[in-house]
């Protein structure tokens, strides 16, 4: 007959221990699917690994290793696991909900710098997008103006001032060496006189536009 109360408070017990760790296992679940959605670095992998290890050692411990009939604690009529083991397991559970903590404001901080880096992203985008069209507007204006004096220098107009300059000039270079050879050949000692030198020297010199 004891063995039958012992066995029926087994089963109630191994009833409420799978109804605790069905929820366990939820919350696990949760979190592992929350955690997916991290995209995170080296050190918050490594945290999400020894979350999972934990979590396995949980798991382990209370689906792979049964505790003895003589293990069972019988209090009021129901069975529960001794005292030592059952901080062994919340301290389990409490280290993996303080992990799991750590990597979600882990995962808040990498959302803010990822906001933040999207923000700069689109301010380059929007700066090189205005460089572009201003590049555009002086290459624009550079055409313009290259296609401007290319129609000043072909036209008729000028065309005949630049003719005109050019027998300007000619004429000058005429003049200078008239009047170089005119006072070289006068006879003057124009290398003692500074003011007929210097004019010696300019008249040897051609003009050019």
Do not use: Y
Request: proline share 2%.
């Amino acid at each position: 007959m004891k063995v039958r109360v012992h066995v029926r408070e087994r089963d109630q017990t191994d009833i409420d221990e799978d109804n605790d760790v069905e929820e366990l296992q939820k919350r696990i679940s949760e979190l592992q699917r929350e955690l997916l959605k991290v995209s995170a670095d080296l050190s918050i992998r490594e945290i999400v690994l020894r979350k999972m290890q934990f979590s396995q050692a949980l798991s382990d411990k209370l689906f792979d290793e049964p505790l003895p009939l003589s293990d069972i604690t019988v209090k009021n009529g129901s069975s529960s696991v001794p005292g030592e083991e059952r901080r062994k397991f919340e301290a389990l559970v409490q280290e993996q909900s303080s992990l799991s903590n750590t990597i979600l404001r882990k995962h808040e901080r990498v959302e803010e710098l990822q906001k933040e880096l999207d923000n700069v992203r689109k301010q380059n985008f929007e700066l090189k997008k205005k460089n572009r069209g201003l590049m555009e507007i002086i290459t624009q204006h550079r055409k313009r103006l290259e296609t401007a004096m290319d129609d000043v220098k072909s036209s008729p107009a000028c065309l005949g001032l630049k003719e005109e300059l050019e027998n300007t000039v000619a004429r000058m270079n005429i003049a200078k060496c008239t009047l170089q050879a005119l006072i070289v050949g006068s006879g003057v000692n124009w290398a003692q006189d500074s003011e007929l030198a210097e004019t010696v020297f300019l008249c040897g010199e051609s003009l050019n536009l």
